[in-house]
T-cell receptor
Framework: RKEVEQDPGPFNVPEGATVAFNCTYS??????FFWYRQDCRKEPKLLMS???SGNEDGRFTAQLNRASQYISLLIRDSKLSDSATYLC????????FGPGTRLSVLP | NAGVTQTPKFRILKIGQSMTLQCTQD?????MYWYRQDPGMGLKLIYY???????DKGEVPNGYNVSRSTTEDFPLRLELAAPSQTSVYFC?????????????FGEGSRLTVL
C-alpha cells in the first residue's frame, strides 16, 4: 500500500464548479499535512497547509481527520487558472508526496 | 530573490556516462532534498540532508550519490547513467528546526539517458 494515496483523476469540471479532492495516508506518525499545486512541467508549489481544525484560504478549504487518516481539499467556484495537478503531502520524518490528482477546468 | 537554483535544466546522457546535478539555495535552509518524478507519478525521495556534513538515503538512492559540504549546496551525482534514471529531478529545501515549514523547489532538471 502506498503511504499517501489520492483520487486517481483526472477531474474535468466546468468553470464555476465545486470540486473535492480526497487523500488518505497510512503513517499514523505523520505530523504535518499540506496541499501542493504543480503546473504542467513546473515545480510543485505550496497551496496550503492543513490543520486539524480545518482551514480556508479564499476559495480553497482543507480539512484533516487524524482518526481516519484522511485529508481533503475543496475548491469552490473553480477558475480556468485552477487547472493543475494537486499533490497531497504528509510529513513525519520526511515529506511524502501522493501521486497527485489532475484537474482540468473547462470553459 | 533566487531561492533554490538547479542546473542544468536539461541534459541528455549516454548509458554509462556520469554527471552532477547542481543545487544551491540562498535562504540559509538547513534541510535539503533531492526528488525524482517520473511521468504521471509522484515525487520519490532520493537523498536528503539535515545540515552541512550530514546526508541520508531516501526511498530510491541506488545509482546516486550526494554531498553537503556547505549549507548552500547539495549536488546530486549520477554514476554510470542508466535509462531507468530518465526522469525530472527536483531539489528542494526547508528551514527545519521547529517543525516542518514550506518546501521550496528548484525549477527541475530534465534528464534523458539514451
Amino acid at each position: 500500500r502506498k503511504e499517501v494515496e489520492q483520487d486517481p483523476g483526472p477531474f474535468n469540471v466546468p468553470e464555476g464548479a465545486t470540486v473535492a479532492f480526497n487523500c488518505t495516508y497510512s503513517n499514523s506518525a505523520s505530523q504535518s499535512f499540506f496541499w501542493y499545486r504543480q503546473d504542467c512541467r513546473k515545480e510543485p508549489k505550496l497551496l496550503m497547509s492543513v490543520y486539524s481544525s480545518g482551514n480556508e484560504d479564499g476559495r480553497f478549504t482543507a480539512q484533516l481527520n487524524r482518526a481516519s487518516q484522511y485529508i481533503s481539499l475543496l475548491i469552490r467556484d473553480s477558475k480556468l487558472s485552477d487547472s493543475a495537478t494537486y499533490l497531497c503531502v504528509t510529513n513525519g520524518q520526511n515529506f511524502v508526496f501522493g501521486p497527485g490528482t489532475r484537474l482540468s477546468v473547462l470553459p | 530573490n533566487a531561492g533554490v537554483t538547479q542546473t542544468p535544466k536539461f541534459r541528455i546522457l549516454k548509458i554509462g556516462q556520469s554527471m552532477t546535478l547542481q543545487c544551491t539555495q540562498d535562504m540559509n535552509h538547513n534541510y535539503m532534498y533531492w526528488y525524482r518524478q517520473d511521468p504521471g507519478m509522484g515525487l520519490k525521495l532520493i537523498y536528503y540532508s539535515v545540515g552541512a556534513g550530514i546526508t541520508d538515503k531516501g526511498e530510491v538512492p541506488n545509482g546516486y550519490n550526494v554531498s553537503r559540504s556547505t549549507t548552500e549546496d547539495f549536488p546530486l551525482r549520477l554514476e554510470l547513467a542508466a535509462p531507468s534514471q530518465t526522469s525530472v529531478y527536483f531539489c528542494a529545501s526547508t528551514k527545519g528546526g521547529d517543525g516542518p515549514g514550506e518546501l521550496f523547489f528548484g525549477e527541475g532538471s530534465r534528464l534523458t539517458v539514451l
